[in-house]
T-cell receptor, first 115, second 111 residues
């Protein structure tokens, strides 16, 4: 089984640009998460989908961050406009909540640098 | 406020053991997970506990005390490749997104 895939692995953007990050979750998983990871803040939740429906949009990140899930096997995260403080690793994770041990499967991440 | 705390760094010696601590203060508790994250890679699930006590999984063991808001991950017979960050994550209720991650403990295993 393929794990979570993310593209691109690295992205460099100028301040003010629009960038789109992509994620393909594990087949059969119905939960999908977008996180931002920095050394200072750790993992911060940006968005959460259950069965393609947006359940949580990360509050403070609503302004310039928009995640979409067009079908059960593909999600995008758009950042518009980018700012230097957005430089971080963006992780996508998927899971299936069967009521027991809840394991999130993470993708390799996209390292974003905003100049 | 709610939080999950972990020491930032830990050092230990190859062949010995390391205990990675996690303390939490949350409005609810619906399980605690541990993840390993190597430099430049994605977090990988190691263990999940929801009941008090020690869960022995060989190289990794996990302890939980819900009354004290405390867990630890115990790594035995350390190898150099165990050098990584270890993240503690507390699920605070049945909503899947309500998981609070600690910032991770970077374990450095010395030869």
């Amino acid at each position: 089984d393929a794990g979570v895939t993310q593209t691109p692995r690295h992205e460099v953007a100028e301040k003010g640009q629009t960038i789109i990050l992509k994620c393909e979750p594990v087949s059969g998983h119905n939960d999908l998460f977008w996180y931002r990871q920095t050394k200072i803040q750790g993992l911060e939740l940006l968005s959460y989908f259950r069965s393609k429906s947006l359940m949580e949009d990360g509050g403070a990140f609503k302004d310039r961050f928009k995640a979409e899930m067009l079908n059960s096997s593909f999600s995008t995260l758009k950042i518009q406009p980018t700012e230097p403080k957005d430089s971080a690793v963006y992780l996508c994770a998927s899971s299936y909540d069967w009521g027991g041990a809840y394991e999130q499967y993470f993708g390799p991440g996209t390292r974003l640098t905003v100049l | 406020g709610q939080g999950v705390e972990q020491p930032a760094k830990l050092m230990s010696v190859e062949g010995t053991f390391a205990r990675v601590n996690c303390t939490y203060s949350t409005s609810g508790f619906n399980g605690l997970s541990w993840y390993q994250q190597r430099e430049g890679q994605a977090p990988v699930f190691l263990s999940y506990v929801v009941l008090d006590g020690l869960k022995d999984s060989g190289h990794f063991s996990t302890f939980l005390s819900r009354s004290n808001g405390y867990s630890y991950l115990l790594l035995t017979e350390l190898q150099i490749k165990d050098s990584a960050s270890y993240l503690c994550a507390v699920r605070i209720d049945t909503n899947a997104y309500k998981v609070i991650f600690g910032k991770g403990t970077h374990l450095h295993v010395l030869p």
